[in-house]
């Protein structure tokens, strides 16, 4: 109760929308329940709702492509028969509501499911005879101290996965206890579930196959088998609603429906950034995956007990064999050892198979993504769990004293974690501070360096119109003064605030904000003159034309066009930092975000400006900027 009380606070706490992945089943889940499709185009051009795990698709060249989500359909499927409960009773739209009604749909799909998990646990390890300190131990990992529990805050496929495989190990024990008619069933249905969420463990469905034939055959037909089937059914089922045929789109992966090009806009996965797109040999990769930044055993120490465990149980097999056979030969506590044995060593071939499966994929060598742990391992928890009793049984105080010390450290990095699962570990951000791993996709400077918001001079008389959030406009123009055959930026139209500043009588010309070669500061008069009053505000707006110091680059990214949505502008983005002496806010700092286009007149398709105090960096104004001329397509 404890630790449901405990992840209930975190999903309490925890923001919605945590990142791609969830988003991803999100999208689905309102498009079934508000639109009654499993296409997102809708959802997913609502920026806060926009995810990359998904796909473009068409069933014919006679229809449109269409956004659908990467992930298996089934969880889904069924959070959205939840959200759609939850909405006929309050009313609530997810949309509207995000927060709480993802929250009530995640109790009964995480939190109750976790609740049962460790109940089914606790009377397991009673089965398996094991002592109260003994099983109070693996408690604590399970419900405080393991990785699987802060994506309860999150909707995802292994906690629900985990859940159904512990129901499973609950079955096989029974069975191997002299199990009945429901626990064939039980266990048939669990075993089909978990491969349902997690397909590598396919295997497991297998195994619990193997184990019902061995003990009743003609309880695995009656009871096993039109169990295991349901869940298979339903996805496929699921799946043949969504794609129109039995070939999920994970298995389509590198394929079109991945990597396209979209209304001008290629897919993420057409150039994988950072941690995505990782090149790591395959001695480093699994050092991390087992003691590095995404380590099982350096994340959760108390694993180690696990890997003991496993050990032990390995060489205990041949023997445990006889008494699983014979049990009638066989005193009690030498059958539960022999149960412990059996399903210990199936751990370890579990975990070992579904390790070497992900280390075959070579091209997505990225650890899960961006997430706290090797997630597509921790369905394997129940069988981690139960490793630890082969240890634990007859262990003296300095293996529990060890034990409490490798629990603690897992308890404390779990807590760490706990409101933030799709973010790196404490160890992850450690290994990167100190220069261990970069996983950053490297992004060259500028060539040549730019220290202008306005990249390039167009021909004499070119205009350029930008538009800010708040409704002000500027309209810039190229001119040349006579005899001379430089180029120069003048503003020839202002309205700042809703007060028409240029053109003015003042200015017949426009005011002249940029000359090459020189800084806009050196273009500053003092404030009390009405030209410098006017002078500054432009150049403020503009990010200091030329702040004196190069903009960095940050990559490259694709803003839509306006009046044509087959095509996207490229940009080039950059960002500076100045230090500025504002009259109204004093000592100040303007980060400038700017999107470089060398298609536009003046090579800028937008930028933003933010001001942030000098003092406790509080941000006091932030405005961006989009030029007109982006309605016009590229």
Known sequence: ??????????????????????????????SLVERGTWQIDEIDAVPHWSTIDKVRYRRSTDEPWHFYSSKPPLLSL???????????????????????????????LNIVPFWLMLISLCRTLQRLDLHSSARCLIL????CGSLLNPYLTTLNNHTPAAATAMFSL????RILQGGNRLDFAVLGFCSSLTACFELP???????????????SRKLTLQAFLPMAVLPVILFFAANY???????????????????YVHNGIPSYWMEPRDLDASLESLPVYLFHCLLGHHGLLSHMPILLLSVAGCAIACMQLPQALRPLRCPTLFPVARQHQAATALL???????????????????????????????????????????AMVPVLRHSGRRTFALAGVLLLASMLTTQWSMLRPWKPSWLYEQMEARGLINYRTPRPPFEPPRYSLLPQLPPVGTTQTFVSSRGDEVTLESFSEPGQERVQVRAIAARLHGVTLLPAAQ????????????????????TDNPVSSLQFALQRIFGRLDSGRPYASAGTSWIPARNNPTTAWKTERGAVRVAVMDPVFGSCVDRVDAWFCDQQPFGILKWKLTVLDATNSEELLTETWTTLESAVAP
């Open 1 to 30: 109760m404890v630790a449901v009380v405990i992840a209930v606070s975190a999903l309490l706490q925890a923001p919605p929308l945590q990142s791609a992945n969830d988003r991803s089943r999100w999208c689905s889940v309102w």
């Open 78 to 108: 069924l959070a959205a028969t939840v959200y759609a409960g939850v909405k006929a009773v309050t009313g609530w739209g997810l949309f509207a509501h995000t927060a709480m009604v993802s929250r009530l749909v995640l109790l009964p």
């Open 140 to 143: 604590l990992t399970a419900g």
């Open 170 to 173: 609950a079955a096989a024990v």
């Open 201 to 215: 463990a396919a295997q497991l469905t297998v195994l619990a196959a193997l184990l019902a034939v061995a003990y």
């Open 241 to 259: 609603s969504v794609v129109g045929s039995f070939k999920p789109f994970y298995a389509t992966y590198g394929s079109e429906t991945y990597r």
């Open 344 to 386: 210990t060593s199936v751990a370890a071939v579990a975990s070992l198979v579904t390790l070497t499966f992900y280390l075959t994929r070579t091209e997505n060598y990225n650890y899960g993504g961006n997430s706290v742990a090797l997630r597509w391992m921790l369905w394997l928890s129940p069988f981690w769990w139960l």
């Open 507 to 526: 200015f017949p010309q426009g005011l002249v904000l940029q000359r090459p070669g020189i800084p806009a500061r050196s273009l500053q008069v003092p």
